[in-house]
Protein backbone atom coordinates (compact mmCIF):
# COMPACT_ATOMS: atom_id res chain seq x y z
CA UNK A 1 0.00 0.00 0.00
CA UNK A 2 1.27 3.58 -0.27
CA UNK A 3 2.85 4.54 2.88
CA UNK A 4 1.75 7.10 5.20
CA UNK A 5 4.86 8.27 5.44
CA UNK A 6 5.39 8.99 1.49
CA UNK A 7 6.63 12.32 0.46
CA UNK A 8 4.00 15.27 0.93
CA UNK A 9 2.95 16.67 -2.51
CA UNK A 10 4.73 19.67 -3.51
CA UNK A 11 3.33 23.02 -1.99
CA UNK A 12 1.21 20.65 0.49
CA UNK A 13 0.65 22.17 3.92
CA UNK A 14 2.97 20.65 6.90
CA UNK A 15 0.62 20.47 9.23
CA UNK A 16 2.57 18.50 12.67
CA UNK A 17 2.05 16.77 15.63
CA UNK A 18 0.48 19.73 17.82
CA UNK A 19 -2.55 19.98 15.18
CA UNK A 20 -3.12 16.23 14.95
CA UNK A 21 -1.62 15.10 11.65
CA UNK A 22 1.10 14.07 10.34
CA UNK A 23 3.66 16.22 8.84
CA UNK A 24 4.17 13.77 5.63
CA UNK A 25 -0.38 13.65 4.89
CA UNK A 26 -1.39 14.99 2.02
CA UNK A 27 -3.92 18.08 1.82
CA UNK A 28 -6.51 16.07 0.65
CA UNK A 29 -5.99 13.31 3.33
CA UNK A 30 -5.47 15.84 5.99
CA UNK A 31 -9.04 17.80 4.85
CA UNK A 32 -11.04 14.10 4.71
CA UNK A 33 -9.90 13.25 8.16
CA UNK A 34 -10.45 16.57 10.22
CA UNK A 35 -14.10 16.71 8.29
CA UNK A 36 -14.87 12.98 8.82
CA UNK A 37 -13.38 13.15 12.74
CA UNK A 38 -15.89 16.42 13.32
CA UNK A 39 -18.66 15.02 11.93
CA UNK A 40 -18.20 10.78 12.68
CA UNK A 41 -18.72 11.49 16.80
CA UNK A 42 -21.73 13.68 16.24
CA UNK A 43 -23.72 11.22 14.01
CA UNK A 44 -23.21 8.84 15.90
CA UNK A 45 -24.48 10.27 19.10
CA UNK A 46 -27.73 11.66 16.46
CA UNK A 47 -26.54 15.24 17.28
CA UNK A 48 -29.57 17.05 14.65
CA UNK A 49 -26.76 19.36 13.01
CA UNK A 50 -24.25 16.03 12.59
CA UNK A 51 -27.26 13.94 11.36
CA UNK A 52 -28.32 16.95 8.59
CA UNK A 53 -24.77 17.81 7.73
CA UNK A 54 -24.52 13.84 6.70
CA UNK A 55 -27.78 14.45 4.93
CA UNK A 56 -26.37 16.68 2.51
CA UNK A 57 -23.55 15.04 1.70
CA UNK A 58 -25.16 11.76 1.05
CA UNK A 59 -27.22 14.27 -1.65
CA UNK A 60 -24.19 14.87 -3.67
CA UNK A 61 -22.96 11.88 -3.80
CA UNK A 62 -21.85 11.21 -7.44
CA UNK A 63 -22.27 14.97 -8.28
CA UNK A 64 -19.23 16.47 -8.88
CA UNK A 65 -17.37 18.51 -6.82
CA UNK A 66 -18.99 22.18 -6.35
CA UNK A 67 -20.79 21.48 -9.87
CA UNK A 68 -24.64 21.58 -7.18
CA UNK A 69 -25.10 24.66 -5.76
CA UNK A 70 -26.97 22.58 -2.87
CA UNK A 71 -22.88 21.47 -1.90
CA UNK A 72 -21.96 25.00 -1.50
CA UNK A 73 -21.28 25.42 2.45
CA UNK A 74 -20.97 21.84 2.70
CA UNK A 75 -18.10 21.70 5.41
CA UNK A 76 -15.34 20.19 3.29
CA UNK A 77 -15.36 22.62 0.78
CA UNK A 78 -14.98 25.36 3.76
CA UNK A 79 -11.99 23.02 5.17
CA UNK A 80 -10.22 22.70 2.09
CA UNK A 81 -10.52 26.68 1.17
CA UNK A 82 -8.81 26.81 4.59
CA UNK A 83 -6.19 24.53 3.81
CA UNK A 84 -5.30 26.02 0.45
CA UNK A 85 -5.14 29.10 1.97
CA UNK A 86 -2.63 28.12 4.46
CA UNK A 87 -0.51 26.74 1.47
CA UNK A 88 -0.74 29.68 -0.01
CA UNK A 89 0.85 31.90 3.08
CA UNK A 90 3.61 29.20 3.48
CA UNK A 91 4.64 29.28 -0.28
CA UNK A 92 4.64 33.55 -0.06
CA UNK A 93 6.92 32.68 2.64
CA UNK A 94 9.30 30.41 1.02
CA UNK A 95 9.42 32.40 -2.04
CA UNK A 96 9.83 36.15 0.02
CA UNK A 97 12.41 38.44 -2.03
CA UNK A 98 12.21 35.78 -5.42
CA UNK A 99 9.99 36.54 -8.74
CA UNK A 100 6.33 35.39 -7.42
CA UNK A 101 5.83 31.90 -9.75
CA UNK A 102 2.06 33.02 -9.48
CA UNK A 103 3.07 35.10 -12.69
CA UNK A 104 3.77 32.61 -14.80
CA UNK A 105 0.68 31.20 -17.25
CA UNK A 106 2.23 27.60 -16.70
CA UNK A 107 2.22 27.55 -13.32
CA UNK A 108 -1.55 29.16 -12.70
CA UNK A 109 -2.86 26.08 -15.22
CA UNK A 110 -0.88 23.10 -13.01
CA UNK A 111 -2.17 24.94 -9.77
CA UNK A 112 -5.43 25.21 -11.28
CA UNK A 113 -5.41 21.36 -12.52
CA UNK A 114 -4.05 20.17 -9.05
CA UNK A 115 -7.24 21.96 -7.10
CA UNK A 116 -9.49 20.15 -9.40
CA UNK A 117 -8.50 16.66 -8.39
CA UNK A 118 -7.56 17.59 -4.54
CA UNK A 119 -11.09 18.73 -4.74
CA UNK A 120 -12.19 15.83 -6.65
CA UNK A 121 -10.35 13.50 -4.18
CA UNK A 122 -11.64 14.92 -0.86
CA UNK A 123 -15.43 15.08 -2.41
CA UNK A 124 -15.40 11.81 -3.57
CA UNK A 125 -13.73 10.17 -0.07
CA UNK A 126 -16.25 11.96 2.63
CA UNK A 127 -19.36 11.53 0.28
CA UNK A 128 -18.70 8.15 0.08
CA UNK A 129 -18.02 8.02 3.86
CA UNK A 130 -21.72 9.77 4.46
CA UNK A 131 -22.94 6.80 2.55
CA UNK A 132 -21.23 4.20 4.35
CA UNK A 133 -22.56 5.61 7.58
CA UNK A 134 -25.62 6.22 7.05
CA UNK A 135 -27.83 4.82 9.60
CA UNK A 136 -24.81 3.11 11.49
CA UNK A 137 -24.83 4.59 15.05
CA UNK A 138 -23.28 1.51 16.54
CA UNK A 139 -19.29 1.55 14.77
CA UNK A 140 -17.29 3.79 12.86
CA UNK A 141 -17.50 3.17 9.33
CA UNK A 142 -14.27 5.41 8.79
CA UNK A 143 -11.19 3.65 10.86
CA UNK A 144 -7.78 3.53 10.26
CA UNK A 145 -5.82 0.59 9.33
CA UNK A 146 -8.39 -0.25 6.87
CA UNK A 147 -7.43 0.22 3.31
CA UNK A 148 -9.46 -0.54 0.60
CA UNK A 149 -7.84 -3.81 -0.33
CA UNK A 150 -8.46 -5.16 2.83
CA UNK A 151 -12.33 -4.23 3.50
CA UNK A 152 -12.74 -5.80 0.36
CA UNK A 153 -10.64 -9.42 1.14
CA UNK A 154 -12.78 -9.16 4.87
CA UNK A 155 -16.29 -8.81 2.27
CA UNK A 156 -15.85 -11.15 -0.18
CA UNK A 157 -15.39 -13.85 2.27
CA UNK A 158 -18.51 -13.05 3.76
CA UNK A 159 -16.98 -11.56 7.00
CA UNK A 160 -18.44 -8.88 9.32
CA UNK A 161 -16.78 -5.79 11.12
CA UNK A 162 -13.86 -5.28 13.19
CA UNK A 163 -15.62 -5.99 15.88
CA UNK A 164 -15.88 -9.72 14.99
CA UNK A 165 -12.20 -10.25 14.46
CA UNK A 166 -11.23 -9.24 18.12
CA UNK A 167 -13.91 -11.73 18.93
CA UNK A 168 -12.31 -14.44 16.95
CA UNK A 169 -9.02 -13.57 18.29
CA UNK A 170 -10.01 -13.54 21.62
CA UNK A 171 -11.91 -16.80 21.10
CA UNK A 172 -8.10 -18.46 19.32
CA UNK A 173 -6.58 -17.25 22.11
CA UNK A 174 -8.49 -18.78 24.88
CA UNK A 175 -8.85 -22.01 23.54
CA UNK A 176 -5.21 -22.02 22.49
CA UNK A 177 -4.14 -21.21 25.99
CA UNK A 178 -6.11 -23.99 27.67
CA UNK A 179 -4.61 -26.68 24.88
CA UNK A 180 -1.70 -28.77 25.55
CA UNK A 181 -0.90 -29.96 22.13
CA UNK A 182 0.94 -26.66 21.36
CA UNK A 183 2.20 -25.08 24.37
CA UNK A 184 3.38 -21.46 23.94
CA UNK A 185 1.87 -20.63 20.65
CA UNK A 186 0.04 -18.09 18.97
CA UNK A 187 -3.40 -17.85 18.30
CA UNK A 188 -4.39 -18.56 14.08
CA UNK A 189 -5.04 -15.27 12.36
CA UNK A 190 -8.89 -14.85 12.28
CA UNK A 191 -8.78 -12.28 9.33
CA UNK A 192 -6.78 -13.76 6.99
CA UNK A 193 -8.38 -16.71 4.62
CA UNK A 194 -7.25 -18.38 1.92
CA UNK A 195 -7.81 -16.47 -1.22
CA UNK A 196 -8.52 -18.98 -3.22
CA UNK A 197 -11.95 -19.00 -0.69
CA UNK A 198 -13.11 -15.37 -1.30
CA UNK A 199 -16.25 -14.58 -3.86
CA UNK A 200 -15.68 -14.20 -7.21
CA UNK A 201 -18.30 -11.76 -7.76
CA UNK A 202 -16.97 -9.31 -5.00
CA UNK A 203 -13.44 -9.89 -6.49
CA UNK A 204 -14.41 -9.26 -9.82
CA UNK A 205 -16.13 -6.07 -8.40
CA UNK A 206 -12.72 -4.96 -7.15
CA UNK A 207 -10.73 -5.62 -10.21
CA UNK A 208 -13.74 -3.52 -12.44
CA UNK A 209 -12.33 -0.85 -9.54
CA UNK A 210 -9.12 -1.14 -10.55
CA UNK A 211 -9.89 -0.96 -14.29
CA UNK A 212 -11.66 2.36 -13.77
CA UNK A 213 -10.57 4.25 -16.68
CA UNK A 214 -11.64 7.82 -15.61
CA UNK A 215 -13.16 9.35 -11.94
CA UNK A 216 -17.10 8.90 -12.75
CA UNK A 217 -16.28 5.43 -13.60
CA UNK A 218 -14.16 4.83 -10.69
CA UNK A 219 -16.88 6.94 -8.50
CA UNK A 220 -19.86 5.07 -9.39
CA UNK A 221 -18.09 1.33 -8.76
CA UNK A 222 -17.35 2.85 -5.16
CA UNK A 223 -20.43 3.85 -4.43
CA UNK A 224 -21.81 0.17 -5.29
CA UNK A 225 -18.84 -1.20 -3.20
CA UNK A 226 -19.50 0.79 -0.10
CA UNK A 227 -22.85 -0.12 0.23
CA UNK A 228 -21.73 -3.76 0.03
CA UNK A 229 -19.53 -2.72 3.06
CA UNK A 230 -21.94 -0.53 4.71
CA UNK A 231 -24.06 -3.82 5.20
CA UNK A 232 -21.43 -6.22 6.42
CA UNK A 233 -20.23 -3.01 8.67
CA UNK A 234 -16.97 -3.33 7.59
CA UNK A 235 -14.78 -0.01 7.80
CA UNK A 236 -12.53 1.94 5.86
CA UNK A 237 -9.74 4.39 5.90
CA UNK A 238 -11.34 7.11 4.09
CA UNK A 239 -8.44 9.36 4.38
CA UNK A 240 -5.67 7.32 2.63
CA UNK A 241 -8.62 6.17 -0.33
CA UNK A 242 -8.67 10.45 -0.86
CA UNK A 243 -4.97 10.61 -0.85
CA UNK A 244 -5.02 7.43 -3.36
CA UNK A 245 -7.87 8.77 -5.25
CA UNK A 246 -5.81 12.36 -5.89
CA UNK A 247 -3.31 10.42 -6.97
CA UNK A 248 -4.93 8.38 -9.06
CA UNK A 249 -6.50 11.16 -11.23
CA UNK A 250 -2.40 11.39 -12.60
CA UNK A 251 -2.28 9.60 -15.42
CA UNK A 252 1.73 9.08 -14.31
CA UNK A 253 0.54 7.66 -10.89
CA UNK A 254 -2.45 4.87 -11.87
CA UNK A 255 -0.35 2.20 -11.89
CA UNK A 256 1.02 2.70 -8.35
CA UNK A 257 -2.42 3.28 -6.69
CA UNK A 258 -3.46 -0.18 -8.51
CA UNK A 259 -0.77 -1.78 -7.32
CA UNK A 260 -1.18 -0.75 -3.93
CA UNK A 261 -4.81 -2.06 -3.68
CA UNK A 262 -3.65 -5.44 -5.06
CA UNK A 263 -0.92 -5.46 -2.42
CA UNK A 264 -3.61 -4.40 0.31
CA UNK A 265 -6.24 -7.35 -0.66
CA UNK A 266 -2.99 -9.71 -0.29
CA UNK A 267 -1.60 -8.30 3.03
CA UNK A 268 -1.54 -10.43 5.96
CA UNK A 269 -2.76 -7.68 8.98
CA UNK A 270 -2.26 -7.49 13.01
CA UNK A 271 -4.02 -10.51 14.44
CA UNK A 272 -6.57 -8.24 16.41
CA UNK A 273 -7.61 -6.28 13.57
CA UNK A 274 -6.08 -3.33 14.37
CA UNK A 275 -3.98 -0.89 12.48
CA UNK A 276 -0.63 -1.48 10.99
CA UNK A 277 2.66 -0.27 12.41
CA UNK A 278 3.30 2.14 9.24
CA UNK A 279 -0.19 3.22 10.16
CA UNK A 280 0.15 3.96 13.86
CA UNK A 281 -0.38 7.88 12.97
CA UNK A 282 -3.63 7.51 11.83
CA UNK A 283 -4.90 5.44 15.00
CA UNK A 284 -3.21 7.63 17.46
CA UNK A 285 -3.22 11.62 15.59
CA UNK A 286 -6.64 11.35 13.99
CA UNK A 287 -8.90 13.68 16.52
CA UNK A 288 -12.65 11.70 17.13
CA UNK A 289 -14.27 15.12 17.20
CA UNK A 290 -17.07 15.89 19.78
CA UNK A 291 -20.53 16.77 19.49
CA UNK A 292 -19.86 20.13 21.41
CA UNK A 293 -18.13 21.44 18.29
CA UNK A 294 -20.81 20.89 16.24
CA UNK A 295 -23.20 23.56 16.15
CA UNK A 296 -26.93 24.13 14.03
CA UNK A 297 -24.95 26.89 12.14
CA UNK A 298 -22.68 24.00 10.33
CA UNK A 299 -25.22 22.22 8.88
CA UNK A 300 -26.81 24.22 6.78
CA UNK A 301 -30.41 23.95 5.17
Not at 93 to 121: C, K, M
Not at 185 to 206: C, L, M
Not at 233 to 245: H, K, N, V
Request: glycine letters at 8%; a neutral charge; hydrophobic letters at 35%.
Amino acid sequence: MIPSTSPPQRGAPTTGRKHGLPHSYSLPRQVTLRTIARLQAGYRDDVPAAVAAMARLRREAGREAYASPGSWGLDHFEALAEAREKRRREAELHTSGSVPLVNSSRFWTSSQQQEEREATSVHLAVTLWALHQQSVRDAPMHLPGWPLGRAVRRLAHGKTGVEDVKLAVSRAEDAQHDSTDNPGGGAADPDHVPVEQASETVRKRFVRIGASTDTEILGNRLRELVLLLRTARIPLDYGLLAEQLFLWQNDNRQDEVRRAWGREFHRRYGRYGDSSPDQEDDRTGVPDGSPEDFTILDAGD
